[in-house]
Structure formats: C-alpha cells, structure tokens
C-alpha cells in the first residue's frame, strides 16, 4: 500500500452515534448502564473541540439496513463525520449488492458485519471473496473485530485472496489486558500485519473495557508496543471507539492517553501524527 502523505489533520477513528429508542444493540448488557442512552452528534462536538479532532469516521454499533440510513442521516447532519462504516451482510453477497446498491454512498467509505467470536469460514466462499473484490473496486474498507485463532486464519485468507481490499482491524484486535499472557494475541497480531493491506485501530474495545474495573493505561503500553513493532504507524489510526470507551474514561482523556502510549512505545512526532490521522484519512479514502 502507498505510504499517507504528511499533514496535520486529527482523525478520530472510530466511534458511534445512537438513539437506544430506535436501535436494539443485543451486545450492550447491564454492565453497560452508563452508556444506554442517546449519544448524538452535539454531545461529541465540544468533545471533539476540547481534544482537538478535525474529523472523524462514524462506525456502524447494529446490523440492519436502518442502521445504514441512520449513519448517513448523522454524516449529513455533522460536518465533523467524515466518513461512515455502513452495515453489509457479508455472508449473504447478493444481499449485500442489494443494500450496497440501496445506501446513499456519498459518506460511506467502509463496512462491517458484526461477528462477535462466531466462525469466519463463510470469509473465503467463493461468493465472499468475488463481494469482496467488488469493494475494493468502490474504494471502500472492511472492518472487523478478529479475536480467535480461526477468526484470524480466514481474515487473513481472504487477505491473500483479496489483496487489494484495505482492511482495517478494530480495537487492537483484543488484547488479552487483564489476563497478562499475550502470546497467542501477538501470533495472531504478526499474522495480520504480515499482509501489507491490513491495518489496525489503536482504540479499546467493550471487551476490555467490560473486563477492567477501572482504565488502566499503563496496562495498554506493551500491546501498543506490540502493535506499533508489528504495523508502524502507517498502519496505525487512533481512535476513541466512544461512546463505548465512556465505560471506564472520557473521550479527552482517552485519545490523550493511547497517543502517550504512541510516544512511549517508541514513535517520534511526524509517526504519532501519522496515527493520529492520516492513516485514517488514507486507508478510509476520506480525503483532506
């Protein structure tokens, strides 16, 4: 992949917009009080200012085509919302084509499905990797959550088979934080970085943060270390994942926090800025 050129422009990664009136998010369970409420474009924006975002990507929390008219809805609505990773059913291509075809793709630069810890063998069917050549050509990213050995072999599969989709890890691919045994987590981190078109989101996932009682940066520092050794920044994008990340740290304090962690795992500035937004802007194609 070519390298993102140089530039100043902050980009928040990745985080979600929602009315829980209008959304069913079956992955949000009682742990998850502080966070089942509305969270709409001006509760972010004071935040965006006081942490210094330009711009962000708006990431799809359900799979339903409502979903995609939401997000596309709150990229017209807020200026600040870049681009958006829409829902496709990827295991169902024509369905798929259907909804592609139905989004108002004027913000649409990614998509995902969500796969929990649920098998990926339907990744590398035939119909898959054909959809999945058809994205590329749009330009648009694939996002996804693998955390299990399998998950990762047919991520990387379709990788080798599709090597010209951007695909963009989320959430440090789960590192194992509270449990402090991260060699299988590193196995499959080198698998992944060992395909030039796959990236990864520096952002804490809900499963880390459901696990923690409370945010634990220093705990972060060697699997962003890790991350940084496997990908360097030009594979590398910051991002908040709020509000989810409000669960144990507030937007602000988050993104200073992972960018602390950039510089002490050994990044320089022109690197760290790198991650902190033209990454993003290059891998989503989301311009300047």
């Not at 035939?126 to 959550?145: K, N, Q, S, Y």
Request: charged fraction near 25%; charge should be negative; glycine fraction near 6%.
């Amino acid at each position: 992949m070519p390298t993102p050129a140089a530039g100043g422009r902050v980009i928040d990664a990745h985080h979600h917009l929602w009315q829980v009136s209008r959304q069913d998010q079956p992955w949000r369970t009682h742990q998850h009080a502080a966070i089942a409420r509305d969270f709409e474009p001006e509760h972010l924006r004071p935040e965006l200012a006081r942490a210094g975002v330009d711009s962000t990507v708006l990431v799809q929390s359900v799979d339903s085509p409502e979903e995609n008219d939401r997000l596309a809805e709150y990229a017209r609505q807020a200026p600040f919302v870049a681009g958006f990773v829409g829902w496709l059913p990827l295991a169902r291509p024509e369905a798929a084509r259907a909804e592609l075809d139905r989004i108002e793709t004027g913000a649409l630069c990614g998509v995902r499905t969500l796969v929990a810890r649920d098998p990926l063998g339907w990744l590398t069917e035939p119909g898959t990797v054909r959809l999945c050549h058809e994205l590329a050509e749009r330009g648009l990213a694939w996002d996804v959550v693998p955390v299990t050995d399998e998950q990762v072999r047919a991520v990387t599969a379709l990788a080798g088979a599709v090597p010209e989709l951007r695909i963009v890890i989320d959430h440090l691919a789960r590192p194992p934080v509270e449990r402090g045994d991260h060699r299988a987590w590193s196995e499959r981190l080198a698998a992944l970085a060992a395909h030039p078109a796959v990236a990864l989101k520096v952002s804490v996932g809900i499963d880390v943060l459901t696990a923690w009682e409370h945010w634990d940066r220093d705990a972060l520092l060697p699997h962003v270390a890790e991350a940084v050794r496997h990908f360097g920044p030009e594979r590398l994008m910051l991002a908040s994942n709020w509000p989810v990340s409000l669960l144990r740290r507030d937007y602000v304090g988050t993104l200073a926090d992972l960018t602390d962690l950039l510089a002490r795992a050994g990044l320089g500035a022109r690197a760290v800025a790198m991650v902190r937004g033209q990454t993003a802007a290059h891998w989503y194609g989301i311009g300047a």
